[in-house]
């Protein structure tokens, strides 16, 4: 033990000797001499009358002023008593604490079962009584005749309230909770579609679509790093199809947006049709892929999973491809379709996040082996 450590339990010992009125100390190692637990310090401020117990005292004992066989009293009014054969002495005390507990116990199964002075009475109606007497009037009670306790019922709770739910209706219940779920998220989607809608019309410059789509994605990325990360998925051949995915994607868009001269939605050069293909096709792997886990994740689906409404999400993409084509009409199209790049960038992660944590994740496990 640290000095540190010494000198902060010396301190709450000295803190609860004047608060006490009987210590007793066991700290006895035999063939060496015994450690000094209460020192002078601590019998300074013990209060007058109070009791030490030293069952150390054969080796030296446990406090200060401890003197092997004898009963010393301090200056200040406190008691140290230093026997060493306690064990001898305290064959009397022993015998008079039993005895006093079995009077009790007697007393409790007749003379005090019906107040009445003078009155004996066993009283079967006891469980303690009637558990132990094997024998009553001459007859035999046990074991036939013994009841065995059985504790009081537990008082009622709130769930024994709960009314219990066939499956039809918790599946319907589940239904109910999972449209309330997308009609909240789609909402949700709608406003940031807006947003982004309205940021793309009003900014000065596609650098701050540029400076946003950063924050955006950067921000959106670094909380799934750390929120959105399952072991269990990560799975060779996962990775490397979303690595080699999502990189021809990223290059088909920055071909795209490189060198643009019209600002049209049609390629006007070689490296924007070879960017506008690689996004396609990215596109055609990302969306098949996702399409085909879909169904994967269909066969593990049990009866009572509750149904999935991602026809909630129509509303915002039509929103945001309304908008597309509203600001091609007015030529604002570059600011515009970055910030809705935003937007797809966004559902792409998210609609990776709830493939990763779907419930029904058998498939993803048995690639892993």
Same mark, same amino acid.
């Not at 009358?49 to 080796?59: I, K, M, P, T």
């Given at each position: 033990?640290?000095?540190?450590?010494?000198?902060?339990?010396a301190?709450?010992?000295? !803190?609860?000797?004047?608060?006490?009125?009987?210590?007793?100390? /066991?700290?006895?190692?035999?063939?060496?001499?015994a450690p000094?637990?209460v020192?002078?310090?601590?019998?300074?401020?013990?209060k007058?009358g109070?009791?030490?117990?030293?069952?150390?005292?054969?080796?030296?004992g446990?406090?200060?002023?401890?003197?092997? =066989?004898?009963?010393?009293?301090t200056?200040?009014?406190?008691?140290?008593?230093g026997?060493?054969?306690?064990p001898?002495r305290?064959a009397? /005390?022993?015998?008079?604490?039993f005895? =006093?507990?079995? +009077?009790?116990?007697?007393?409790s199964i007749?003379?005090? /079962?019906?107040k009445?002075k003078?009155?004996?009475?066993?009283?079967?109606?006891?469980?303690?009584?009637q =558990?132990?007497?094997?024998s009553?009037?001459?007859?035999a %009670?046990?074991?036939?005749?013994?009841?065995?306790?059985?504790?009081?019922?537990?008082p009622?709770?709130a +769930?024994?309230?709960v009314? !219990?739910?066939?499956?039809? !209706?918790?599946? *319907?219940?589940?239904?109910?909770?999972?449209? &309330?779920?997308?009609? %909240?998220?789609a909402? $949700? &989607?709608? *406003?940031?579609?807006?947003?982004l809608?309205a940021f793309?019309?009003?900014?000065?410059?596609?650098? +701050?679509?540029?400076?946003?789509? /950063?924050?955006a994605?950067?921000?959106l990325?670094?909380?799934?790093v750390?929120?959105?990360?399952?072991p269990?998925?990560?799975?060779?051949l996962?990775?490397?199809?979303?690595?080699?995915s999502?990189?021809? &994607?990223v290059?088909?868009?920055l071909?795209?947006?490189?060198?643009t001269?019209?600002?049209?939605?049609?390629?006007?050069?070689?490296?924007h049709?070879?960017?506008?293909?690689?996004?396609?096709?990215?596109?055609v792997? $990302?969306?098949?892929?996702?399409? $085909?886990?879909?169904?994967?994740?269909?066969?593990?689906?049990?009866?009572?999973?509750p149904?999935?409404?991602? !026809?909630?999400?129509t509303?915002?993409?039509?929103l945001?491809?309304g908008?597309?084509?509203?600001?091609?009409?007015g030529?604002?199209?570059e600011?515009?379709?970055?910030s809705?790049?935003?937007a797809?960038?966004?559902?792409?992660? +998210?609609a990776?996040?709830?493939?990763?944590h779907c419930?029904?994740?058998?498939?993803?496990?048995?690639?892993?082996?």
């Amino acid at each position: 033990m640290s000095d540190e450590y010494k000198a902060a339990q010396a301190k709450l010992m000295l !803190e609860q000797a004047g608060d006490v009125d009987v210590i007793i100390t /066991t700290a006895l190692i035999p063939g060496r001499q015994a450690p000094i637990l209460v020192n002078q310090e601590m019998l300074d401020v013990m209060k007058p009358g109070s009791v030490l117990v030293d069952l150390a005292a054969a080796n030296g004992g446990n406090v200060a002023q401890t003197e092997a =066989n004898k009963v010393i009293t301090t200056s200040n009014g406190v008691t140290i008593i230093g026997y060493t054969d306690l064990p001898s002495r305290l064959a009397s /005390t022993s015998s008079s604490l039993f005895g =006093n507990n079995v +009077a009790k116990f007697i007393l409790s199964i007749g003379p005090q /079962t019906t107040k009445e002075k003078g009155m004996f009475q066993i009283d079967l109606e006891d469980d303690a009584v009637q =558990n132990m007497l094997i024998s009553y009037n001459g007859e035999a %009670r046990w074991p036939d005749k013994i009841t065995p306790f059985s504790p009081p019922p537990p008082p009622p709770t709130a +769930a024994d309230d709960v009314v !219990e739910m066939t499956e039809e !209706e918790l599946l *319907l219940a589940a239904n109910e909770k999972q449209k &309330a779920d997308f009609v %909240r998220n789609a909402g $949700i &989607a709608s *406003l940031a579609s807006f947003a982004l809608l309205a940021f793309g019309y009003n900014a000065e410059s596609s650098d +701050a679509v540029s400076l946003m789509a /950063t924050f955006a994605l950067a921000g959106l990325a670094g909380y799934q790093v750390v929120w959105g990360v399952a072991p269990a998925l990560h799975s060779p051949l996962m990775a490397v199809t979303n690595a080699i995915s999502g990189m021809t &994607a990223v290059g088909g868009m920055l071909l795209l947006a490189g060198g643009t001269q019209t600002g049209g939605i049609v390629p006007d050069s070689p490296a924007h049709w070879m960017g506008a293909i690689a996004t396609v096709l990215s596109f055609v792997n $990302i969306a098949g892929g996702f399409l $085909i886990t879909g169904k994967m994740l269909d066969l593990f689906r049990r009866p009572e999973d509750p149904k999935d409404y991602f !026809e909630f999400y129509t509303v915002p993409a039509a929103l945001l491809l309304g908008g597309l084509g509203f600001a091609y009409v007015g030529g604002n199209l570059e600011n515009v379709s970055s910030s809705v790049a935003i937007a797809a960038a966004i559902c792409c992660i +998210a609609a990776s996040e709830y493939t990763f944590h779907c419930r029904s994740f058998p498939f993803f496990a048995l690639l892993s082996e």
